[in-house]
């Protein structure tokens, strides 16, 4: 098992040359204003986030041409008092359809409400930081015409004191983040993503939205089934400053894996079978430790280590106004990796017992 474990280690490491030459070509690149299509930004709100006035008015400043932001919400209570910047228009979903999540009824009011005349639909999150070029570079990928949607991620940077959960949070997270790459990838995530509207309309999204609660798996699986590209956009990258405590963070991080258990599978196993080696292997390795066992395992986790640096290194040059935070905890990326693997097979194996995730005062079973 230590072998197999080794070997998928270093495996591991290929193509993280390639993947940090892909950012930084992708970051030196500014669409120029002739090529960027007029858009809707949407950006679902419920209730109150850490840093949601900031991180809407962040949205309503991008150095874009000619785009339009939309906050969408069930209800008037949803939205605080005095978040809503001045340009933003909000658009009240109410009930929708009780079969489909309130995200999603939430966005596919917003879509109907987009003014006719923009050709590109923006997605993001309420509880992330955007910079001023994050719709450009969401844009940028969608001139080609393989593309079906453009996607960023987030990254997780919480503001001083960071507190241990909060910084656990972002090394498993940032796992994630280390799996995009320039080729067609896995799915697009939700708080940073960009479909062109004949693509949205011509894969289906609204009909494959309907019923569910995850709108970027959804989004995903119509846009790969209409033979197109999923491309990560590194500009688009989003930092989340908020903080979490010991019990929301491992909720957080079953319901991530619920949802990815559901909608994709695939995906999911991967992980697990992947998770379980390398864990299996560090068990064996300290239950009943031998010289040659020890070396195999700290080349294993060295390994993990180096490719935890490097994707830390190429989000850092994505999130510039977050250099703070990266010269002060850009070591537990290195340093955290095996506390990281062994929470992200507990997150397997919590996942993998029921349906039912629980989101901000709901309950909700999920149908495949």
């Known amino acids: 098992m230590l072998t197999l474990a080794l070997a998928l280690a270093i495996l591991s490491l290929k193509g993280d040359g390639a993947r940090g030459r892909f950012v930084r070509e992708r970051l030196a690149h500014r669409l120029p204003d002739a090529e960027c299509p007029k858009a809707t930004v949407i950006v679902p709100v419920k209730g109150h986030d850490e840093d949601l006035a900031a991180n809407l008015l962040a949205l309503a400043r991008l150095d874009y041409p000619d785009y339009e932001l939309i906050i969408t919400a069930r209800s008037p209570e949803d939205v605080p008092a005095g978040v809503v910047p001045e340009r933003a228009r909000v658009v009240h979903a109410g009930e929708g359809d009780p079969s489909t999540g309130e995200k999603i009824n939430n966005l596919l009011a917003a879509i109907a409400a987009a003014r006719p005349e923009s050709d590109l639909f923006a997605f993001a999150d309420s509880d992330g930081s955007v910079s001023r070029q994050w719709l450009r570079a969401l844009a940028a990928p969608l001139a080609d015409a393989g593309v079906g ?6 990254w997780h940077t919480p503001s001083d004191p960071a507190g241990a959960w909060s910084l656990l949070r972002s090394v498993w997270n940032s796992v994630i983040a280390g799996g995009f790459s320039p080729g067609n990838n896995h ?19 609204v009909e494959n939205w ?11 699986r119509a846009v790969h089934r209409a033979g197109l590209r999923i491309a990560f956009a590194p500009g688009a990258m989003v930092a989340s400053t908020d903080h979490t405590g010991a019990i929301e963070f491992l909720g957080w991080i079953e319901r991530q894996l619920i949802i990815t258990r559901v909608y994709s599978p695939r995906l999911w196993w991967l992980g697990l079978v992947s998770h379980a080696i390398y864990c299996s292997a560090m068990a064996g390795a300290v239950v009943a430790p031998t010289p040659m066992r020890l070396v195999m395992l700290g080349a294993m986790l060295s390994c993990g280590m180096a490719k935890g640096a490097a994707r830390a290194e190429w989000a850092r040059s994505c999130l510039t106004a977050q250099e703070p935070f990266f010269r002060r905890y850009q070591w537990i990326y290195s340093l955290l990796i095996p506390v990281g693997t062994w929470l992200w097979m507990y997150a397997f194996l919590a996942s993998a017992r029921t349906n039912t995730i629980r989101w901000r005062g709901y309950t909700i079973r999920l149908r495949p």
């Open 149 to 154: 949607v453009a996607t960023g991620y987030r």
């Open 187 to 205: 799915f697009a995530w939700g708080g940073a993503m960009a479909i062109r509207r004949e693509t949205f309309e011509g894969a289906r999204v």
């Open 210 to 220: 309907r019923g569910t609660v995850s709108d970027d798996f959804l989004i995903s």
